[in-house]
């Protein structure tokens, strides 16, 4: 069946471009997850939805990101006036409820790289 | 705060040889799970622990986890070409705090060499 879908795989931007990375997470799947993966670091937790509702953002770096998922499917990370430092992979991943015992099912991420 | 530590970060293997991907973590948390990256792609699952003593084997990759000592570990059993990839632990957040990210490892990249 289908995993989970990201848009676009790559994407360079000029530095203080706006982008939008899109998700499309397995069909059902209540909660989406977005992280971001340095260069030979492990991924790292930006923010989560549950249904269409955001229940954390703690790991958003800077009032420049913003995410959605407004019918509690899709979602979309913006980086508005994006920073070398945005350069990562961001990678989406869904699970079927949010109880604990749910893996996480990534997509193959989107490779953003600001000059 | 989470904090999940893998040792050792680069494993270069013989083919045929057994070693051990070590994975600490520093408090409490509700699960564990073990994921493998290849080169340009996502991470796949491999398995997830739930409880203290669990084990659990897929091929030449078995995976164990002490709650006790917080302290998981990834066995691989007579190393062979295809299992060259990055591993990573992950960690479920600790109690009270949201029921969603995994903190992760910065991994350890599997070579395994003929």
């Known amino acids: 069946g289908a995993g989970v879908s990201q848009s676009p795989r790559y994407k360079v931007a000029k530095r203080g471009q706006d982008v939008a990375l899109r998700c499309d997470p397995i069909?059902?799947?209540?909660?989406l997850f977005w992280y971001q993966q340095a260069l030979g670091q492990g991924p790292e937790f930006l923010t989560y939805?549950?249904?269409?509702?955001?229940?954390?953002k703690s790991g958003l770096p800077s009032d420049r990101f913003f995410a959605e998922r407004p019918e509690g499917s899709v979602s979309t990370l913006k980086i508005q006036r994006t920073q070398q430092e945005d350069s990562a992979v961001y990678l989406c991943a869904s699970s079927f409820r949010t109880g604990v015992t749910d893996t996480q099912y990534f997509g193959p991420g989107t490779r953003l790289t600001v000059l | 705060e989470l904090k999940v530590e893998q040792n050792p970060l680069f494993l270069s293997m013989q083919e045929g040889k057994n070693y051990t991907i070590y994975c600490n973590y520093s408090t409490t948390s509700d699960r564990l799970y073990w994921y493998r990256q290849d080169p340009g792609k996502s991470l796949e699952s491999l398995f997830v622990l739930l409880s203290n003593g669990a084990v659990k084997q897929e091929g030449r990759l078995m995976a164990s986890l002490d709650t006790k000592a917080r302290l998981s570990t990834l066995h691989i059993t007579a190393a062979v070409h295809d299992l060259s990839a990055t591993y990573f632990c992950a960690v479920g957040p600790v109690y009270g705090g949201s029921q969603g990210n995994l903190i992760f490892g910065k991994g350890t990249k599997l070579s395994v060499k003929p």
């Open positions: 069909s059902g799947h209540v909660s």
């Open positions: 939805f549950q249904n269409e509702a955001q229940l954390d």
